[in-house]
C-alpha cells in the first residue's frame, strides 16, 4: 500500500469514527444508555489498528 492511499484510507476511518460517535451520543443520550462508550473504545481499537499497519 502507498503513503497516498493509507493517508485517505486512515481520513475516511476518522471521518466514520466522528460521524459514528455523533449519532451514537446522539441516540444512547437520549434513552440514557451510558454503556455505549464500549463501543467507542472498539472502534478506536479498530482505527489504531489501522494505523498501525
Known amino acids: 500500500m502507498g503513503e497516498k492511499f493509507i493517508r485517505h484510507l486512515v481520513a ?4 466514520l469514527v466522528c460521524i459514528l460517535a455523533y449519532y451514537a451520543g446522539y441516540y444512547s443520550g437520549g434513552h ?3 454503556w455505549t462508550v464500549f463501543s467507542m473504545a472498539i472502534i ?3 482505527v489504531y489498528h489501522i494505523v498501525d499497519k
Open 12 to 15: 475516511v476511518a476518522t471521518t
Open 44 to 46: 478506536y481499537g479498530s
Open 32 to 34: 440514557g444508555w451510558w
